[in-house]
Structure formats: structure tokens, C-alpha cells
């Protein structure tokens, strides 16, 4: 049977999407016999000439191997930063032999982590001045969006977003923009 690889994919802004496949081709060591990547259209040029490949035989995915120049051979290398963007080169020195650090990898748990609200009154109003919203990984809360009210209206008007859960705001949106969303609401 063949090995089936998980990969996780995500807008950068909320959770990963978990998928699954049963591997295709080889990328590594072609004189193995083992099949270690699966085959896709990462970059959308309509050719299944791109793979997720699983470099070291653990069943998840470390590297998107991309054909941009559609020969047929990958030729650009990604890791994960943890929210499924694909969007840390690697070296392709770095495959041919050399141990790649580690990506960070989403829980494996197929469940969806469960939310977890914070509300903050920080001038004792009634009314919460920020909110944190964030996700249970692991036994490990981690802050994913922490919403504020900057102008004292009642109403939230700016989030932080940490895309990667590394406690440091990758993005900040105020309520006008679209990526500004609440879930459930």
C-alpha cells in the first residue's frame, strides 16, 4: 500500500485546513522505490506538476516543491511558517542532503481546536475594551486574534492578528477592511 502524506493549507488570517493523499511520485531518493510526495497544481497554472513532498518519512508534508518553469522538474522549495501559506524558501542545497529545520507543525488532531474568548473591561464600563480570541492546541492556549475598542464606543474597531502563534502580531486590520472578521457573528 501506498503511504498516504497529511497537508495542511490556510488563508494566514484563521485555522489550517488539514488534507490527506496517498503519495505519487518520489522526490527523494530515487533508488529508495518509496514514494514520498504527493503530485498537485500548487502554483494554478493548471498542471498537476507541483507536489507536497514528506522529506522525512513521517506521514506530514515539509516542503511544496514547485515546477515554475514547467519542465516537468521542481525547481522552487517551500516550508510552511505554520499557517499553511507555503511561504518560507528553502534552499534546494538544503534537500539534496542537509537535515531542514523542523516547520511548525499544526496538531495533528483532525477535531477542530476549540475557541477560547478572553473579554477585557479595561476602564470598568461594562462594556469589554479588547478581546482575545485564540484556540486550545495542544493543552497550550494560543492567542490568534486579539480585538480591541480604541475609541471607547462600545464596539471593536482594529484586531491583531498572530498568523504563526508565536505571541507577535503579524498583521493588524481596523473594522473597514474585509479581513476583518468575527467568527460567528
Do not use: C, Q
Request: charged content about 35%; cysteine-free; aromatic content about 6%.
Amino acid at each position: 500500500m501506498d503511504p498516504a502524506i497529511e497537508y495542511y493549507f490556510g488563508t494566514g488570517d484563521g485555522p489550517t485546513t488539514r488534507w490527506s493523499g496517498t503519495a505519487d511520485l518520489t522526490l527523494g531518493d530515487p533508488h529508495s522505490g518509496s514514494l514520498d510526495a504527493i503530485r498537485l497544481d500548487f502554483d494554478g497554472d493548471g498542471r498537476r506538476d507541483d507536489a507536497m513532498w514528506d522529506t522525512d518519512a513521517d506521514g506530514v508534508a515539509d516542503v511544496a516543491a514547485l515546477d515554475t518553469d514547467d519542465d516537468g522538474e521542481p525547481d522552487a522549495f517551500y516550508r510552511d511558517s505554520g499557517a499553511g501559506l507555503w511561504d518560507r524558501p528553502a534552499a534546494r542545497t538544503d534537500l539534496a542532503g542537509e537535515e531542514l529545520p523542523r516547520r511548525d507543525v499544526p496538531d495533528r488532531n483532525p477535531r477542530p481546536p476549540a475557541a477560547h474568548v478572553t473579554r477585557v473591561d479595561l476602564d470598568d464600563d461594562g462594556d469589554p475594551d479588547a478581546e482575545i480570541l485564540g484556540t486550545d492546541r495542544g493543552g497550550r492556549i494560543v492567542a490568534e486574534r486579539l480585538y480591541v475598542d480604541s475609541d471607547g464606543d462600545g464596539g471593536h474597531d482594529a484586531v491583531l492578528v498572530d498568523v504563526n502563534g508565536d505571541g507577535i502580531a503579524d498583521a493588524a486590520y481596523d473594522k473597514r477592511d474585509p479581513r476583518f472578521t468575527r467568527p460567528g457573528r
